[in-house]
């Protein structure tokens, strides 16, 4: 039976959505929240996440491409290419209908989509690791206040964390993903 079904538990999430907060959900958090669209003021447009097309596992670490979205989350992150480790085995965005992803893409609630080494958007095995359309690695809120991703920037907010870093970056402390972070303290004072 699910949590939505009891009123009470269904009443405090949606006053919570409703509060404007920052929401974030990475991999197993995006699937969740995937699942409360209807709570989620704005989220009504974003699709469900099913098995990867490749049929398994995806642990690795791929390139994404910060999409000029309109959130505090990304401020100043915009057109950004970042390298971040995926680790899921249901990651693939599935809309109920193209008319659901193209309104997603008018709206510019993609926030981020998986792009090859050129910074060119992927929707082909291996650069896209779970299949989804338009490549699309995480998505926002119309009032950019929630963010969802399939990614794990939260593994790579330290330099050191990286899989890489060119000789210039090797003495700093904070990674790209750092800025994610630093935005959401941000906003909130």
């Known amino acids: 039976k699910s949590i939505l079904h009891n009123t009470r538990v269904r009443d405090e999430f949606e006053s919570f959505f409703h509060s404007q907060v920052l929401t974030l959900g990475i991999c197993n958090g995006c699937q969740m929240l995937s699942q409360l669209t209807e709570l989620i003021p704005g989220a009504e447009h ?23 979205a309109r959130s505090p989350w990304l401020e100043g992150m915009s057109g950004s290419i970042i390298p971040v ?44 690791p779970n299949g989804s359309p338009a490549g699309i690695a995480g998505l926002i809120s ?26 210039k970056d090797r003495d700093r402390e904070a990674g790209a993903w750092m800025r994610l972070f630093r935005n959401a303290r941000k906003a909130v004072g």
């Open 85 to 128: 480790p995926v680790a899921h085995g249901e990651g693939c965005a599935q809309f109920n209908s193209e008319e659901r992803l193209a309104k997603v893409q008018a709206h510019r609630l993609v926030a981020a989509q998986y792009v090859d080494q050129n910074g060119s958007q992927m929707d082909t095995y291996p650069w896209n």
């Open 142 to 167: 119309e009032g950019g206040n929630a963010l969802i991703m399939m990614p794990h920037p939260e593994r790579v907010f330290r330099q050191l964390q990286c899989t890489w870093m060119r000789p």
């Open 46 to 68: 974003w699709p469900r996440f099913v098995r990867n097309k490749s049929d398994q596992f995806e642990g690795r670490t791929v390139q994404t491409l910060v999409s000029n």
